[in-house]
């Protein structure tokens, strides 16, 4: 069997991923391929394109989308998927370029189609006629691939329509955070990691913590993360004399487990997630979580008053209450919820992705090929997807 990935690009979490499951894969005498489109213009621009292995080829390594025709792009997508000639397409949502094309190429080709997504429906507003026309399209899959089996009932259009539902790619390797040592909860280091975009709603934090040092409990809070905010954070830092905030901008992957590590808790009080892999970071840390409902991952990986606390990020007392109700616990029960958030986490291992991913694949090839209608069919060959990142990082 031949599978290939297709996405816009693959970027810092996609990249472990890919290598560890063309290994797996191959284990399974599957063979796996990886397709990026574009070598720039990510929204995690800051982790530049460096791969140099012959299954996982970038199209174009030098460009951004909006520096290339609708033709160029689709030209080079089916060339590539034509050279491949996989028997399964897993894709990012149809809305994007890589899945839109993938669709198209599939359809043609009387192939396998997966797609996968961390966006919930509600979070997404579109009119009546766009949605109809996305569920019309994504309805043409063969299998959906979600972070966790939560986003089943968001889905609930799709359900009784021959798509296979499987779970479990927002996952990090979790081996890479496991310090090996007996977590220490002396530190009184609360941690937020997290791009200063507006989105991250760290205004608000800061607003809850200076109740939370008001209290006089001698916690500080550790902000890691850069972005177009970090010089109007600072001047509110300063502007309400906050004295144990400390902004340590931007650190590098490898060397953000030593400051989970150092931490005894993590905050992030995002607005909306559409999952929120740092959140996976510090419980594989063995850290207790303090998270907003509004975090996709907060539904799976979040256990009222077992690994932390949620909290509405607009409504400031909420944050002050989670910081506090945490802060105030006792060792024992900041041990225990530690304990808790590694157990959690272990329920999102590249292990179980691989499995999971493999039992998909080996399914959904015994299934008949799905034929589109005259509509569906007509809006495959006529959508070619986008690469609009202008508002990632507001709400």
């Known amino acids: 069997m031949k599978a290939v990935i297709v996405n816009n690009d693959f970027r810092v979490y996609w990249k472990d991923r890919l290598m560890y499951l063309h290994q797996f894969l191959a284990s399974k005498n599957i063979d796996f391929y990886a397709i990026e489109l574009f070598g720039k213009g990510s929204p995690y621009s800051f982790d530049v394109y460096n791969n140099s292995q012959d299954w996982w080829h970038c ?10 025709s609708k033709k160029n792009i689709s030209d080079a997508v089916f060339a590539e998927l034509d050279k491949i000639n996989p028997d399964i397409v897993i894709s990012s949502s149809i809305v994007f370029y890589a899945g839109a094309l993938s669709l198209r190429w599939v359809k043609k080709n009387k192939k396998k189609f997966i797609m996968f997504d961390d966006a919930r429906h509600l979070q997404v507003k579109r009119n009546m006629v766009v949605q109809a026309v996305k569920n019309l399209l994504a309805g043409q899959a063969d299998g959906f691939w979600f972070p966790a089996k939560s986003y089943y009932d968001d889905y609930s259009y799709f359900h009784n329509k021959g798509i296979h539902f499987f779970y479990g790619f927002d996952c990090i390797d979790n081996r890479l955070f496991r310090n090996g040592k007996q977590k220490q909860f002396n530190n009184k280091i609360i941690i ?17 913590w200076k109740d939370v040092e008001s209290a006089g409990n001698g916690y ?25 905030v400390d902004f340590l901008g931007a650190v590098s992957h490898d060397a953000i487990a030593e400051y989970y590590y150092n931490a005894d808790a993590l905050v992030l009080a995002s607005l909306q997630e559409t999952w929120g892999l740092v959140v996976n970071e510090a419980m594989a840390a063995g850290l207790p979580v303090l998270l907003s409902h509004k975090i996709n991952a907060a539904a799976d990986l979040l256990k009222e008053g077992i690994n932390g606390f949620g909290f509405n990020p607009v409504s400031i007392n909420e944050i002050t209450e989670a910081l506090l ?33 493999y039992d998909a694949l080996v399914f959904i090839t015994n299934q008949p090929v799905k034929r589109p209608g005259i509509l569906a069919k007509t809006l495959i060959n006529a959508w070619h997807g986008r690469y609009n990142t202008a508002g990632w990082d507001k709400i």
């Open 325 to 357: 109700k945490y802060i105030n616990l006792d060792g024992s029960a900041k041990q225990s919820m530690s304990a808790n958030s590694l157990k959690i986490i272990d329920n999102l291992s590249y292990e179980k992705m691989g499995i999971q991913l």
């Open 192 to 208: 937020c990691v997290a791009r200063l975009v507006p989105i991250k709603n760290i205004n608000s934090l800061l607003k809850a």
């Open 59 to 68: 199209l174009f390594k030098n460009n951004s989308a909006d520096e290339l």
């Open 220 to 244: 500080r809070l550790a902000i890691i993360g850069d972005g177009p905010e970090y010089d109007a954070l600072n001047s509110q830092k300063l502007a309400v004399q906050l004295n144990t």
